[in-house]
């Protein structure tokens, strides 16, 4: 996983159009600024709990985590390694603050749906991926949020069978599969 990783994305790992955006995203950031973890795998359990968000949650709209990717992990694991929600995180994901934000009071950033995909061109931009990503993304936020989510849903309801999917989660390229915080997961399952 790269050590500079300043967000994680949580994607769904077995949905063929989630997998081609965060290779996409991963090869356009070669500063390694974002790391991911497919939804489905283990890894993903410390991320979702240090966000206060569950599976179902982030099942439709990816989310965008905001904060080192070792401190979002320790967020979500006490002293022994298990998996423990932080005080004063909502069971669900309600604390919305404004375009599909959320702060959490462990500090970090939630973006979802179409806020995280703005956020994620964003992040590929500034880790030195292509210019257009950060024209694209400044003019993203022009839209009214409710019009790009409503763009994004239309895409999160067909994907599967407009897009299709896999029985597993999906193997990145190798020179990307650094990037992962479920890498040892994939590689199980490749070897499988």
Not at 121 to 144: D, I, M, R
Request: hydrophobic fraction near 45%; charged fraction near 20%.
């Amino acid at each position: 996983m790269a050590a500079s990783a300043r967000a994680v994305i949580i994607y769904d790992g077995v949905c063929n159009v989630c997998n081609k955006g965060v290779q996409f995203l991963a090869r356009n950031d070669p500063a390694g600024r974002v790391a991911y973890v497919a939804l489905q795998s283990k890894a993903a359990e410390p991320v979702l709990k240090a966000t206060g968000l569950k599976r179902e949650d982030v099942h439709r709209k990816f989310a965008l985590i905001e904060g080192r990717i070792g401190d979002v992990i320790e967020a979500g694991l006490n002293a022994g390694g298990e998996v423990k929600p932080p005080a004063g995180v909502p069971p669900t994901w309600a604390s919305k603050s404004s375009e599909g934000v959320a702060q959490t009071p462990t500090g970090l950033r939630v973006h979802r749906a179409s806020a995280a995909a703005l956020r994620a061109a964003y992040w590929a931009h500034n880790g030195g991926g292509a210019a257009w990503l950060g024209a694209a993304s400044a003019a993203g936020e022009l839209v009214p949020e409710s019009l790009r989510d409503a763009i994004y849903g239309a895409i999160a309801d067909s994907r599967y069978s407009v897009f299709g999917r896999t029985v597993a989660c999906q193997l990145p390229p190798a020179g990307l599969l650094e990037r992962f915080v479920n890498k040892a997961e994939l590689q199980g399952s490749a070897r499988a």
